[in-house]
């Protein structure tokens, strides 16, 4: 492993001077003009906007702002220019400008709602301005619709052809992307993947909203710079501490409290950052015999330092530790007896940013992460999971000019891992107190090595016609002795049929490596294999109201699957003969008009899928046929009250059931109750739908405090959404068998109080 870092570092080095060296000598052939430089500013934020473009409309020359938020745009000649500054998130800034002398322009960008469109910036917050099915979020669109659990990920559900499992408050919300499973989906925190970012087997995130800069998604045909993930990738960057005073806020919520420290160490040069948070239900409440309470505590932290205009150095982590202890001797449906959890994880990352020139950007990021978790849950879950992880990714960004640039870079890493425990050999029957259940035993440790490297080339092929085109390597090192190689080709485009009318289209193979359970019994299996095929139309109707309409396909092959012979728990045979397909369609609508933003989302897709234990496909079982999202949220006043509400915010979701597969009966045998089942997925749960609704008031806001409160509900009309359904056997029910349903939180206020200091 000092090997490779060495040589990657090596290459870091050589290839940045390279590049300096050619553009130092095509800048020295170039007679200098004037010169327009300033200094970019955010609306709603105190920090700075390093990686914002800037560039004159009728040239192909253009240029970032530094880690100062300062830019300069050298050589320019005299005459009229459109002078454009844009930056994700943000709406984008346009001037007419007259240069005839040296000139310098101040730019404050203001936030928009979402950002739909891409646009090509230069930076570690960089989306391809040819990619589809692409949204990216600022910390203040994300403050409205995290939700009762304070959790930035449920702002993705906003998106069209995006769940979580069954939606309700205090379920998972790992994310089900376009007809996808919760394992195809990858998490980049500061560019280093998050394996398992949950909390309580998926009902919150272990991600901090108060230390978040952006968090971009990409749905599909994501560019080559991301691999091993089948559905999505979703990418989570913090942001620095404030360079220039010291500040803070302390939050109480619905079921734990925050509180954030930051300042400069060095005014303009080092800053931190430190953000806590704490669950105090567990204080109050105890371990409780009626409802499982956790015991969180986790800690975000940041050290950025500008070593000068062009480099900055970032040490950042996120340690979290988790138990809760619950047991009763009468557990309601679909709440197991027993439930023990253990869980610590801490994961530090040293990244390294440098703007080598005006044409040149890397970003070198080293990273540690180790996680063990520890858990039993019922009769039929038990799990004792290690691993640790080591790594190395470095991205470098050459702008040739404003219309054309390559992306190209490599990660490597090495993970020790250690598993454990029992699961259910059906992965659908869900009841962890079901005695009928038939259970599998795993138990290896594993050892793997894996390193990629990608290209990508985006620019205008004409004035109307802008284009991607990317390879990527995977390369997995499996116990030494077993290599693995993937090649994802990857291909975007975006057509300008109208002034304001944009046609794009995606074709890609993402192929995600199999897991550690399987390759230990098959070490020779291949990857997972999904092909996307994306289309779509982007309309901009004015500067406030946009949309879009997606359709797509996505084809699944050589899915890793197991099968066992007369249910023998102990032979497990592996393959890749699992497949499924997944066809759909989205809209997407949003319009801002004076204070209030509105957006509207629609998915209509058909999921099918041959898992472990199936001979053929059948309905996916998070299969949602439709699925419709309103949002809303209006901004009333900006004065000072305690009964004047400051912003109200409004969701409305409707998700048709997912497929479910029905218990017909039971037999008594030997080994007691087992279940008859009907055929796999046949029937469908009643439709989802439920209201929340959130009330902001600014209480106090003076030079040194500001105070918000805020109420929330969820279930405003009190719906009876339902869950899951559990079983119980015995000859005095019909066929042996009684259904138990159980169902969602109903209606739930909530509120809590916000100081910033």
Not at 366 to 374: G, H, L, M, R
Not at 549 to 572: A, G, H
Not at 625 to 630: A, E, I, S, T, Y
Request: with cysteine.
């Amino acid at each position: 492993m000092n090997i490779k870092f060495y040589f990657l570092f090596l290459f870091h080095l050589f290839f940045s001077q390279l590049i300096l060296c050619q553009e130092s000598k095509s800048s020295s052939e170039t007679k200098e003009r004037y010169t327009i430089s300033g200094h970019i500013t955010f609306s709603d934020s105190i920090h700075n906007s390093a990686g914002a473009q800037v560039y004159l409309d009728s040239v192909f020359s253009g240029t970032i702002t530094d880690f100062s938020g300062n830019y300069q745009l050298k050589n320019i000649k005299q005459g009229e220019y459109l002078l454009v500054a844009q930056y994700l998130g943000y709406e984008q800034y346009k001037q007419e400008i007259t240069v005839d002398k040296n000139l310098e322009i101040n730019i404050q960008l203001h936030a928009s709602a979402l950002t739909l469109e891409s646009v090509s910036i230069v930076s570690d917050r960089l989306i391809d301005k040819t990619s589809v099915s692409d949204i990216s979020m600022i910390a203040p669109q994300i403050e409205s619709f995290k939700g009762l659990q304070e959790d930035p990920v449920n702002v993705l559900t906003l998106m069209p052809g995006i769940t979580k499992g069954n939606s309700d408050l205090f379920s998972s919300t790992q994310l089900y992307v376009r007809g996808g499973g919760p394992e195809e989906n990858r998490f980049l925190y500061n560019n280093v993947t998050v394996y398992w970012p949950w909390y309580s087997g998926g009902i919150k995130s272990v991600f901090n909203n108060e230390i978040i800069d952006k968090m971009e998604l990409l749905t599909g045909g994501f560019s080559a710079k991301y691999g091993n993930a089948m559905s999505s990738i979703v990418h989570i960057t913090t942001r620095d501490g404030n360079f220039n005073e010291f500040a803070g806020n302390f939050t109480v919520g619905l079921s734990g409290m925050q509180t954030t420290f930051e300042g400069p160490f060095e005014k303009d040069k080092v800053s931190a950052l430190l953000s806590v948070r704490k669950t105090y239900l567990d204080l109050i409440l105890g371990n409780s015999p009626e409802f499982p309470v956790n015991n969180m505590l986790d800690g975000t932290y940041r050290i950025s330092w500008k070593i000068n205009e062009k480099h900055k150095l970032s040490f950042s982590g996120l340690s979290s530790r988790e138990t809760m202890n619950f047991m009763t001797f009468d557990p309601q449906p679909g709440m197991p007896d027993e439930i023990n959890l253990k869980t610590k994880s801490n994961s530090q990352s040293l990244q390294l940013q440098s703007m080598w020139s005006d044409k040149l950007y890397a970003n070198l990021s080293v990273y540690f992460s180790y996680n063990q978790s520890t858990f039993n849950i019922g009769n039929n879950l038990r799990m004792d999971l290690q691993g640790h992880e080591i790594g190395l990714r470095e991205d470098l960004t050459y702008k040739i000019n404003r219309r054309h640039k390559i992306d190209f870079g490599i990660e490597t890493g090495f993970g020790m891992y250690r598993n454990k425990g029992n699961t259910p050999l059906n992965p659908l029957e869900l009841d962890m107190n079901d005695t009928t259940i038939l259970l599998r035993e795993f138990d290896f440790n594993s050892e793997s090595g894996f390193s990629a490297l990608y290209f990508s080339y985006t620019g205008d092929i004409t004035n109307k016609l802008s284009m991607t085109v990317g390879l990527r390597g995977d390369f997995l090192f499996y116990e030494y002795n077993h290599a693995h190689s993937d090649y994802s080709p990857r291909f975007s485009m975006k057509y300008k049929l109208l002034p304001k009318t944009n046609i794009r289209a995606s074709f890609g193979y993402f192929n995600q490596f199999p897991d550690d359970e399987a390759l230990t019994n098959i070490p020779n299996l291949k990857s997972n294999l999904c092909k996307h095929y994306i289309a779509g139309i982007e309309q901009n109707f004015n500067a406030h109201f946009k949309g879009w309409i997606e359709i797509y396909y996505k084809d699944y092959s050589n899915l890793v699957v197991f099968n066992t012979s007369d249910n023998n728990t102990d032979d497990l045979e592996f393959s890749n003969l699992g497949t499924g397909h997944v066809k759909g369609a989205e809209l997407f609508l949003m319009r801002k008009h004076g204070s209030l933003t509105s957006w509207i989302s629609y998915a209509y897709s058909i999921a099918k899928r041959q898992q472990s234990l199936h001979d053929k496909e059948y309905f996916f079982e998070y299969d949602r046929p439709h699925m419709l999202n309103l949002a809303a949220e209006y901004e009333l006043s900006q004065k000072v009250s305690w009964y004047i509400p400051h912003q109200v915010s409004m969701q409305f979701r409707y998700e048709a059931g997912n497929p479910y597969t029905p218990v017909t009966g039971a037999v008594l045998t030997d080994n007691g109750w087992q279940q008859v089942r009907g055929e796999e997925n046949s029937k469908r749960n009643p439709s989802f739908h439920s209201l929340s609704l959130k009330v902001i008031w600014l209480n106090e806001d003076n030079n040194k405090v500001k105070v918000k409160s805020f109420f929330e509900v969820w279930n405003v009309y009190n719906h009876k959404n339902l869950l899951g359904r559990t079983y119980q056997y015995g000859t005095e029910f019909d066929n042996n068998v009684k259904e138990n349903k159980y169902y969602s939180t109903p209606f739930l206020p909530a509120g809590g109080v916000r100081i910033e200091f």
